[in-house]
């Protein structure tokens, strides 16, 4: 049967590989902007870090898009020396061992500095991961960056194609939902979940909870 010429079609909606350009726009557009804007704490955090004498920046290697790696940009809030302290620490402090093979973090953490505390607590070492944003490597909202290490090892055949499905972001549903509050396995069934369920609309959610998770501080080691 003939549709007539006087009854109005739904409008489609964008495909996918629309949708995905369009948040790869907004990425770009948004990261430029909170650059420009936040220029001024930058410059602030780039001084007080380099207090100690070491670099500011650090570039940490992690899987990306399609498996692609990457140097993950953050604010450096480690002692310079970081990785032979944590060889040392793990070696004397069994339960400490244990807590890094769990969940890679420390709750006591003799590696960081002072101003570095106070930039984990607030999120405000990763803010250099704007520069990754605009070049492409990650996204305003995704799964948490990894190391391959991590992927290979805890995320399985399902959980490793959801995440390599998705450029990791800056934010994400492990950042929202109670960050190191949550245990590994809840932190890859929530990149499953965003792979699964991305939309805009899903990114948009994540945003607007972002500013009051991270000043709620639930979570952040």
Same mark, same amino acid.
């Given at each position: 049967?003939?549709?007539?010429?006087?009854?109005?079609?739904?409008?489609?909606?964008?495909?996918?590989?629309?949708?995905r350009?369009?948040?790869?726009?907004?990425?770009?557009?948004?990261?430029?902007?909170?650059?420009?804007?936040?220029?001024?704490?930058l410059?602030?955090?780039?001084?007080?870090?380099?207090?100690?004498?070491?670099?500011?920046?650090?570039?940490?290697?992690?899987?990306?898009?399609?498996?692609?790696?990457?140097?993950?940009?953050?604010?450096?809030?480690?002692?310079?020396?970081?990785?032979?302290?944590?060889?040392?620490?793990?070696?004397?402090?069994?339960?400490?061992?244990?807590?890094?093979?769990?969940?890679?973090?420390?709750?006591?953490?003799?590696?960081?500095?002072?101003?570095?505390?106070?930039?984990?607590?607030?999120?405000?070492?990763?803010?250099?991961?704007?520069?990754?944003?605009?070049?492409?490597?990650?996204s305003?909202?995704?799964?948490?960056?990894?190391?391959?290490?991590?992927?290979?090892?805890?995320?399985?055949?399902?959980?490793?194609?959801?995440?390599?499905?998705? !450029?990791?972001?800056?934010?994400?549903?492990?950042?929202?939902?109670?960050?190191?509050?949550?245990?590994? !396995?809840? @932190?890859?069934?929530?990149?499953?979940?965003?792979?699964?369920?991305?939309?805009?609309?899903?990114?948009?959610?994540?945003?607007?909870?972002?500013?009051?998770?991270?000043?709620? @501080?639930?979570?952040?080691?």
């Amino acid at each position: 049967m003939r549709v007539p010429a006087t009854v109005a079609r739904a409008p489609a909606l964008p495909s996918r590989h629309a949708a995905r350009l369009l948040k790869r726009g907004l990425d770009v557009l948004g990261a430029g902007l909170l650059l420009l804007i936040l220029a001024p704490v930058l410059l602030l955090v780039l001084g007080a870090v380099c207090l100690d004498g070491g670099p500011a920046l650090y570039r940490h290697r992690r899987v990306g898009l399609a498996g692609r790696r990457f140097g993950c940009m953050k604010f450096r809030t480690m002692m310079p020396a970081a990785d032979e302290l944590l060889a040392q620490h793990l070696a004397t402090n069994p339960a400490a061992a244990k807590d890094w093979d769990t969940r890679r973090k420390l709750t006591n953490d003799p590696r960081v500095t002072p101003i570095g505390a106070v930039l984990r607590a607030t999120s405000l070492d990763e803010l250099p991961q704007l520069v990754n944003v605009l070049v492409g490597d990650m996204s305003l909202v995704g799964p948490r960056p990894v190391v391959a290490e991590e992927l290979h090892r805890h995320y399985g055949v399902v959980g490793k194609a959801a995440y390599l499905a998705a !450029r990791p972001g800056i934010t994400g549903l492990w950042q929202v939902s109670g960050r190191s509050d949550t245990s590994y !396995r809840e @932190r890859v069934a929530l990149d499953i979940r965003y792979a699964t369920d991305w939309s805009l609309l899903l990114d948009v959610q994540i945003l607007l909870r972002t500013i009051p998770a991270v000043l709620a @501080r639930r979570g952040a080691v």
